[in-house]
C-alpha cells in the first residue's frame, strides 16, 4: 500500500536545527497537501505546517519565521526545517498526507488523512 517514513528527530540544544524528512512511499497516484503536526506528553496533536500541491504554505503561529516546510515532487518527499529550536518544540513530529493511491484490491483509493509513524524530537534547555 503506502507508508510515509520520518526520519531527522533527535536530541539537540535550545537555539539548535534539525530537518525532517517524510518520504512516501507505494502506488501512489497523486500527492495533495502534505504536513507536519506534532504532538507533546499530555498534549493534543497539533498543526506545525503544511504545504499544498501549488507549493502554497501555512504554520503554527509558534514556529512562524523559524521553521521552514518545503516538498520535492520527484522524491515524494516533505521537509521541515527547524531553527532556533525551544524546549518546547520537543514532542512526536508526525507527517500527514492527503493522497491518491491504488489500494491492494488494485483500485483508485484516497485518503486525505495518512499519517507517518512519527519521528521524536528532543530540545535540550
Known amino acids: 500500500q503506502v507508508q510515509l517514513v520520518e526520519s531527522g528527530g533527535g536530541l539537540v540544544q535550545a537555539g539548535g536545527s534539525l530537518r525532517l524528512s517524510c518520504a512516501a512511499s507505494?502506488?501512489?497516484?497523486?500527492?495533495?497537501?502534505m504536513g507536519w503536526y506534532r504532538q507533546a506528553p499530555g498534549k493534543q496533536r497539533e498543526l506545525v505546517a503544511t504545504?499544498?500541491?501549488?507549493?502554497?504554505?501555512n504554520y503554527a503561529d509558534s514556529v512562524k519565521g523559524r521553521f521552514t516546510i518545503s516538498r520535492d515532487d520527484a522524491k515524494n518527499t516533505v521537509y521541515l526545517q527547524m531553527n532556533s529550536l525551544k524546549p518546547e518544540d520537543t514532542a512526536v513530529y508526525y507527517c500527514n498526507a492527503d493522497l491518491t493511491y491504488i489500494n491492494s484490491r488494485d483500485i483508485y483509493s484516497h485518503a486525505n488523512n495518512y499519517w507517518g509513524q512519527g519521528t521524536q524530537v528532543t530540545v535540550s534547555s
Open positions: 507505494g502506488r501512489l497516484i497523486s500527492i495533495n497537501t
Open positions: 504545504v499544498t500541491s501549488g507549493g502554497r504554505t
